[in-house]
Structures are given as C-alpha cells and as structure tokens.
C-alpha cells in the first residue's frame, strides 16, 4: 500500500488552462492508492470535458448541484461526506474568492460548505491575479480557516507572463495531499493491532469461523502507520491487501493469534484487538475428512479458546489495551461489562442490528467507551473511523500535562 492508500479524494477542477494536469493528476493520486471522483465547475468544462475525466476516474464526474438524479444518488452531501480529502485543482482567482466569502452558488462550493474533511486549494492564475491584493486577502481569510494551499509555482505562464500563479506538478501536489494524512501523533510508539477472522479447523477440509473482513482491522493498522507508529498486524484469513508500511504475521487460528500476540505485546504501547476471534475450536482435529454416516444429528466437542485481549490486558507493564464490542443489544452496558471484565481500557463498541454498517460493510458507527465516559463516533467510511479512533487512543498515550 501506498501513500494514500484507501483515501477517498474528490477532485474538484475549476477554469483555469492548467485543468488540463488534472487529467494527470487524477492517474498519479491512483498510482498513490486514492479512489478519486471528479466534480468540475462550468467553466472547467470548457478546458477539458467531464468524459475524460470520467473515463479516468472511473466514476461519473458531478457537475451540478440541482440535478435531480445525481441528488438521489451521490448528491452534495453525500459527496462532501464520502470525501477523506476536497483537493480543488486548479483552483481559479474566481474559485478562492466563492469559497473564502462562503458561497454556495455550484455545487463544488456547496460540498466545501458541507463537508467535514480537510480542503485543500492548488491555485493556478496569472501572476497579476495572483499578486493582486483581492486575491491576497481571499488567500489570508482561506489558510486563516485552516485551508491547505499547495503553491502556487513561480516560473513561464500559459500567457507568457514570468511569475507566481502556475500551478504544482500533479507528483507534488500528490505528495503534499499524502502529508496531510501523516500526523505524527504516535511516533516513536509500538502498535499491535489484531484483525480479520480465525478459523479453527474440524477436518483437513472443514473448519469454523465467521463473516469478519478485516476492514476495521487493517484501516486501523493504515491510519496507526499514518500516525507515525511502529505497527505489527497479526492477520486471520482475509481477502485483504497487506498494508506495505507495517509488520505483517500471518495466522490462522486463535492459539496462533494468541501466541503472537502475547510475543509482540510485551513491548508495545499499544494493544488494539480488533480481530473477530473463534470463541471455541473442537477439541479433536480429525486427522482424515469426516466422512457422512447415517446419523441424522452428529455432536462436535469444543474447547474455550484462550482471551487474546484479557491476556494482553494483564500483562505488566501493560500497553494501552482496547478491545472491541459488536453488540445487538444493550450496547453500552455490555460493552462496559466488557472493559471490566477484560481490565481494557477501552472499548469500541458498535451495533450490530444496523445492516449498513458494521460487519462486512465499508462503514461503521461507534461508542468509544472508557472507565468514565462515552463517546458516539457517528456513521462514517471505516478508514475514517480508522483515523478518529487512533487520534482519540493517542491522547490516552500522551503524557498529561
Ligand atoms: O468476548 P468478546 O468476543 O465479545 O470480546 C470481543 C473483544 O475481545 C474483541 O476485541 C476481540 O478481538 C477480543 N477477543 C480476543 N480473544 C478472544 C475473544 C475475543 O482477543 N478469544
């Protein structure tokens, strides 16, 4: 996995000559691990057409904010939440000034209102439009706001002038959109984090487990590696791509599981069990694949399997350990009956009655529970949970002052 893997960026293009490095910059932040939709101002499409856009991306490309069909689809506001990331380039002397006045007149302006992601600008203008003292004063109100600006480059413009105002190459622009995910905030630190399903097999052919993808898991592993972490996946069976950052263990069963766990926990800081571990395996492997008799009912013995988390739990020292909870009922009361039980110090519980998210789904939903309190984490793309969750336990990591 690369640098933005897993970030959902959506592309905004305004009219400016340099939306032609779009079409570049689309491949280049795909070559980088990103999932890119493209939404284009009129006087974009005028530069360069929504079909090749399309074709690059992959998805339709948003044009329009009242369009009936796009908003019983993807509209504005689902848009400004599926995006990890608004990167606008090129964005126009025209564009800076919409957006530092909070208009909301086309919809790349109505999503910047909406959204709750990081936005970040790569203006690209004439060198007079750029030095001009509107736009300066647009540009001082936008990074006051806490906007990103990536540039603009000095050197030869389209319309011969010399000076500020073209815009970065698609590999800076790239590069800079990847260091904003990095935050740092647990450098220097160790993180186990547990995912995925375990099997415990019954035969040479047949075994028990169940529906976890991994998603959570490896999202929290990719945003532990963002935050600067030295991090070690131990992985149940999983259709997933290993994160390239990270440690990587294979394992299959929970006495695998536990086994590596409790090796690499002594020296961790941090101990996130987010694997959906078998509760019991069968006492006896059949050693030859069972064959089918003519009893109607057949009984499979099975043994508790160890608790990877309670273990790592009692250790001492102890690494910040949190476990998760997916409960259908009563949610914060057996997920605190969880931290006590297991001595966590946190719990992440989530409900498992809701079909859109949770197991198996791109999305979830989430109390973070600790001795004290609660904290409801609203529905959100994994990787962004992912991302939310780790800044919340580098906080608890953090020396108090
Ligand atoms: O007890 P329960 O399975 O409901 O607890 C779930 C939490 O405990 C998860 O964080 C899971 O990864 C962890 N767990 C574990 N070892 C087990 C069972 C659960 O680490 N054997």
Redesign the pocket.
Known sequence: MSSLANKQILLGVTGGIAAYKSADLVRRLQDAGASVQVVMTPAAQEFITPLTMQALSGHPVHTQLLDPEAEAGMGHIQLARWADLLLIAPATADFMARLSQGLGNDLLTSICLATAAPIALAPAMNQGMWRNAATQANLDILIDRKIHIFGPADGGQACGDIGPGRMLEPLQIVDMAARLFATGSLAGKKVVI?AGPTREAIDPVRYISNHSSGKMGYALVQAAIEAGAQTVLISGPTQLAKPARARCIDVIT?EE??NA?MAEALDCDLFI???????YRPIEVATQKMKKGDDDDITLHLIK??????SVAALTPKPLT?????ESEKLIDYART?LER?NLDLVVANNIAASNIGFNSDDNAVTLIDKHSSTDISQRSKQQLARELIACFAQKLAPQR
């Open positions: 547990t929970a599981m536990y766990s069990a987010a694997a959906a571990v078998a509760d399997n160890p608790d990877i988390v309670a949190v476990g998760f909870a997916a969880k297991k």
